[in-house]
């Protein structure tokens, strides 16, 4: 957890908490906007698990 700054630490106990949750869960959480970069920078190193995104089907 070395290469991960506070703010990125902070996100992470938050999905942890809040699991599962989506970008726009942890900025009402956290009051801020969660960069697709952040996220994947926490994905590469197998931190969070990303899920596809979830589209209905409309018939």
Do not use: F
């Amino acid at each position: 957890m070395r290469d991960l700054g506070p703010y990125d630490i902070a996100v992470l106990a938050a999905i942890a908490y809040h699991q599962t949750t989506n970008r726009d869960g942890m900025k009402d959480i956290l009051g801020k906007d969660i960069s697709r970069d952040l996220i994947g920078r926490l994905s590469e190193r197998d931190r969070v698990q990303v899920a596809q995104k979830w589209e209905p089907i409309l018939c």
